[in-house]
């Protein structure tokens, strides 16, 4: 009776999609790969996102597919398009989020702004690129990277000899001088409704994202507009559906050059959960069956969103001592075993003042990072 | 490694308990009645809840017991703590939840405002008691009543001649002339922590509670301070741990009386999940892991929750139609068949202007009652 949705993917997007589903009554199923995982509680199925036969028969149960990550093969998305099953984002768009080259290549065509970038087959190629971008170039593998894995700043095309031995072509691209990083989160429904959240600051240490500040300091306006315009167009052109996270360089000669795009809820949305009208989860699962969008207004002028990385768990110890210390912040854990410098969590609080409302953040997750 | 919370019963208020445990982390498991209740993601046994055994083998896989309804039976409960294992409310609190006859009694004896009562074990005694009260009084079953049910206005002490045959006594009470009810809903954890949201007025028809307005209109000052005294009166004197629900008569000569009581989150408070800082599910996981508990805070000056009650369901055309009438509504849906009457889900609704918030609320609800 009530709408049902399937998640291929059973990490800590899919698990932060259950409460939203609890409260509105729809059915979260999820296709998860194995026991354990953080969204086990909605897991209705085990198996691989790339067998065709696993993912058809979980598909097959419900009214729309959608994903916890971006690897689900094309020939998987499309066999589930041609049995006329929904997915959304459908395999069209989640291409771009899946090849680097062929996302660059499009936001290139579509005039969008993107550091200069080549696709390059060899390590003579490389070295050329190298040579025209002033001897240092980002070398990144178009499929499979996440988290700072799969990219490497070069000075010498010799550094990734390694990685042309699969024959495919890699991504190089200008090394970019930024400033920050920000981060334009939007959902847009199958029927086209696009609603976005402020654009946000990223703040990324060994290419691990560990801050959120939302709003962006200093964007209203310009950087705002800017972001806005460019994840729309990027939406509408390549048809997304469902979340999509625009990851962008705010350079050090102020333009905003787009880095990379996640077609699913992403680590720089958490703080919509505590501080929007309408979280990034509940909002893609709106998404994705094509129900009005909700407003996303904030809840106070700040929000602040500190990534747990590693420590050694959430024990009733220290869900005390934090939130004895910092009464107002918003823990959030994933059910994942620690390991260092794995996300297990994050924290969000808010507030008028920003200096007050970071610090706050940063307390409260230091108490599970020890 | 993290607390394991253990709620005995599978209804929606255990439903609403999966939220706040997926986020913060917590793992929650359900001893649900059948398959297919409103809590059934979180079931992790089935089973009769008077069963000591069944009851037992649940408990001792959790760190704190606690309950989605008051059926659980004393013995039952006490044989948990002689095990000792935690259990919140203990059954000493438990009691006067369970037992009409009891709370009546020992609100008296605390001193604290209730209306005329007496325990009436025959026919004949009630009539005294008529007699006494102006020949009209309210007849209630000590134990299993809810939503109405157990409980008549009797003017002739013969209506009730069929429920004496059990040979236990009733409770007859003054028939209060009350001008409204409100309800006073508060957390208290085990160290003595107590933690308040503001007296809400709670609307009924034919004994169910339809609407809650948070804040109760008017009630800043006296009303405010008398029912925040009685609630805590009332949690501290009978130890009452998680969280607690008193219903209070406001009577056409100012005075509060106390109602009922409820060890549990309550229908009264379900406006928090959407109009507080941290809502009553949330807070009743932490206060009975006796962990901190979260600022009650309002998000807006008014809070309208409405129940939906019977209709036919919630489905994707329904969320869409009502979704896009009242954008800002807060959709809740409890998993149940719908049936004429029966709550099924509520829908929450904030902002400034009263009139406003209420029109919303009942408009996005009329959605899922025809």
């Known amino acids: 009776m009530c709408p049902i949705v399937g998640v291929i993917g059973g990490g800590q997007l899919a698990r932060m999609m259950i409460p939203p589903a609890v409260e509105l009554g729809l059915e979260l199923r999820v296709l998860a790969e194995a026991e354990g995982s953080p969204a086990a509680l909605a897991a209705t199925s085990f198996g691989d996102y790339r067998d065709l036969e696993t993912v058809l028969a979980f598909a097959r149960g419900v009214d729309v597919v959608t994903f916890d990550h971006e690897h689900v093969p094309q020939h998987v998305l499309r066999e589930l398009v041609a049995h006329g099953l929904a997915v959304h984002p459908g395999p069209d768009a989640l291409l771009f989020a899946q090849d680097k080259l062929l996302m660059r290549a499009r936001l290139s065509e579509l005039g969008l702004p993107v550091p200069d ?23 990144k593998t178009p499929r499979g ?10 000075s010498n095309a010799a550094e990734v000899a390694d990685w042309f031995v699969a024959g495919e072509p890699l991504l190089a691209e200008e090394f970019v001088d930024f400033r920050r990083e920000l981060s334009q989160v939007l959902a847009r429904s199958p029927s086209g409704e696009i609603s976005l959240w402020p654009v946000v600051e990223s703040v990324q240490r060994a290419g691990v994202c560990v801050e959120v500040i939302a709003p962006a300091p200093g964007s209203a306006g310009r950087i705002a507009d800017v ?30 050059l787009v880095n990379e795009l996640a077609m699913r809820p992403h680590n720089s949305g958490h703080w919509s959960i505590d501080g929007s009208f309408t979280s990034q989860f509940e909002q893609h ?49 994933y059910g994942k075993e620690p390991r260092p410098g794995r996300k297990v969590g994050h924290v969000t609080t808010r507030g008028d003042d920003l200096d007050d409302v970071v610090f706050r ?3 409260a997750a230091a108490f599970f990072e020890a």
């Open 117 to 139: 970038w080549a696709s390059v087959a060899s390590v003579a190629e490389l070295a050329t690129f190298l040579a025209a971008n002033g001897g240092r170039c980002v070398v």
């Open 145 to 154: 990277g996440y988290d700072g894995k799969g990219v490497r700043v070069v």
């Open 227 to 256: 972001a806005a315009d460019v994840a729309t167009a990027i939406a509408e052109n390549l048809g997304v559906t469902g979340v999509l996270a625009v990851e962008l360089f705010e350079t050090t000669d102020d333009r905003l």
């Open 285 to 333: 699962l709106r998404a994705v069956l094509d129900l009005p969008l909700g407003p996303t207004a904030t809840r106070d002028p700040w929000s602040v969103m500190v990534n747990v990385l590693g420590g050694t768990g959430p024990t009733a110890e220290r869900y005390a001592a934090a939130l004895r210390d910092q009464p107002g912040a918003r823990l959030h854990f």
């Open 361 to 363: 953040a940063r307390a």
